[in-house]
């Protein structure tokens, strides 16, 4: 069968009936609709050199303000908190937005099928370096409105001055995502604002491996949410209110009970999701024992904000009480159980079948190298518990708190991006989320069936009751106008007819391309074929004298030659 040209021939088959009875003889327009570009396809150059422009001058701003944040003081507190919680919204987004084209590149270059598992059209598809390409240019602007906030404060300029700089690159980003135009990106944005819809609406929709995969990202820049939140609540309380004078700030408190719920909506949209497939399934493993793991955000997320809200009131001091101990303990569960999850149910890694030259990894690998999966495994569970150093170090006070966050942000960034690449590789193979439809065609005769049955009857979505009995079509009408199959190409099995019997193969009404409504019992590896008449006997027919055109004579034999 893998010998066998039969694929090549039902391509041009394709190809020649598009071209003359769909497009009208326009061969060009066919094949751009038939052409689908391969997954490494060329990047084109103009992509390439507006990624390096965008991204040199993303590092030179990012210096800029490095330096900037020296000759202003920046490390005070106040002022970097402000500045770290107004900017760092949209700067994590667009770096995992940036991680995310370097995935897609990856699953590119590895062969992973991507397109295929987030079901997009493969005619039209972001490549990796394309969102690379666009994130580098939004975190660019984004990172000059920094450099404009600080270099001002550098200039004594007032704050109240300043306050249109933090809302434009927000503004801008929430432009290009609702521009309603066709034009940068357009269909490539849709489906992404469409997924979020239905991660929003959870558990309301059915869930496709793309809404939990970008629910997932969510999970991994949920310090963005809180940003998000911090902005909104400045510009409604604190705009006005000097940081250096007035210390007792509303905003990126709990005190009004917000934030506590903006931090806990990723994990509910997981949350809820499991429970959907749960429904939908009824299968309690994977769902349910996931749908476990992130309500163990739930209680990170309470006991953390019942710390902040101790501690506030004891005007900043850390209170080592039984709440902490919760805090600390609620995280090391979660920690455990999202680690096992990852090395065992995304990845599919640590099994007992792997063989000895991939030990604690399984059979089947993409990526050449198995050094990758060991560092990925260390690399996960070691990120994974870099909360422990804000646990110990910023509450500690020993480092600032807000520039440690963000630090651990970038990190957790890193960590999704590694994380990704093992979880496609496992869904592309072995759909373990069991999101596409698979079917398995076993080629290999029933072996309780007799001689004269092995001869497989071929039918092309014929319904079961019209198949093969005893080794015939059962039913269907000769001139049925809707049963229109697709002739096969083949090399004839070369073995003599030594039994007609047992080398007779039914065949359902197929229709040629003259038009001819043909049902004939074909002889394997000949031009004959058998009639059947209206007695009931049968009739071996020459199929080169059967009164059909050239070209039915060759459809006809190489439909029969292929069996």
Request: charged share 20%.
């Amino acid at each position: 069968y893998h010998m066998s040209d039969a694929i090549d021939t039902l391509i041009l088959q394709v190809e020649t009936a598009v071209i003359e009875r769909l497009e009208g003889g326009n061969r060009q327009k066919a094949m751009n609709k038939l052409r689908v570009p391969p997954l490494d396809a060329q990047i084109q150059p103009s992509v390439l050199f507006k990624l390096g422009l965008w991204s040199g001058m993303l590092a030179v701003c990012l210096v800029a303000l490095i330096l900037g944040a020296i000759f202003v003081d920046i490390t005070k507190v106040d002022r970097a908190a402000e500045v770290l919680r107004l900017f760092r919204f949209g700067f994590i987004i667009l770096l995992m937005a940036f991680l995310v084209g370097l995935n897609f590149h990856g699953f590119r270059k590895a062969g992973v099928n991507h397109v295929l598992i987030f079901e997009v059209n493969p005619r039209d598809n972001l490549a990796g370096f394309k969102i690379m390409e666009t994130s580098a240019l939004l975190a660019t602007v984004w990172m000059v409105c920094a450099l404009l906030y600080v270099y001002l404060d550098l200039a004594a300029v007032p704050i109240r001055s300043r306050l249109s700089i933090p809302i434009a690159p927000c503004v801008l980003l929430a432009l290009f995502f609702v521009n309603p135009f066709h034009i940068w990106l357009y269909s490539s944005r849709v489906w992404l604002l469409k997924r979020l819809k239905r991660i929003f609406l959870a558990p309301f929709y059915y869930v496709e491996f793309a809404d939990f995969w970008l629910a997932d990202q969510l999970n991994s820049i949920v310090i963005s949410l809180g940003d998000l939140e911090y902005l909104i609540c400045f510009y409604i309380f604190d705009w006005d209110r000097d940081p250096f004078i007035d210390h007792n700030n509303l905003c990126g408190t709990v005190a009004y009970g917000i934030r506590p719920i903006i931090l806990v909506l990723p994990a509910w949209f997981r949350f809820a999701q499991c429970l959907r497939r749960y429904a939908d399934t009824r299968d309690a493993h994977p769902h349910l024992f996931n749908a476990g793991k992130y309500s163990t955000t739930f209680f990170v997320v309470l006991f953390s904000a019942l710390v902040s809200r101790e501690k506030g009131l004891h005007d900043g001091v850390q209170q080592y009480s039984y709440l902490f101990v919760l805090w600390v303990l609620s995280a090391l569960i979660s920690t455990t159980y999202t680690s096992y999850w990852d090395l065992w149910q995304d990845w599919g890694l640590m099994r007992k079948d792997a063989p000895p030259s991939q030990k604690f990894l399984r059979s089947d690998l993409v990526y050449q190298h198995t050094w990758y999966y060991y560092c990925a495994m260390v690399f996960d569970v070691c990120f994974r518990l870099l909360w422990t150093l804000n646990v110990s170090i910023g509450e500690g006070g020993l480092f600032h708190s807000e520039v440690l966050k963000t630090i651990l942000a970038v990190a957790e960034c890193f960590r999704r991006f590694v994380w990704n690449f093992f979880r496609l590789e496992n869904e592309h193979l072995n759909n373990v989320g069991q999101f596409r439809a698979v079917r398995d065609i076993s080629i290999v005769p029933h072996p309780a069936a007799p001689l004269a049955e092995q001869a497989s009857c071929v039918s092309h979505d014929v319904p079961p009751s019209q198949v093969c009995t005893d080794g015939r079509l059962a039913s269907a009408e000769d001139d049925d106008e809707d049963d229109d199959y697709v002739m096969e190409d083949g090399a004839a099995d070369g073995r003599s007819v030594a039994s007609l019997s047992a080398s007779r193969v039914s065949l359902p009404p197929l229709r040629t391309p003259g038009g001819h409504s043909v049902r004939l019992a074909v002889l394997r590896g000949t031009r004959s074929a058998v009639s059947p008449s209206s007695d009931g006997s049968e009739t071996e027919v020459d199929v080169d004298d059967g009164g059909y055109s050239a070209n039915e004579q060759s459809t006809i034999i190489s439909y029969v030659t292929s069996l």
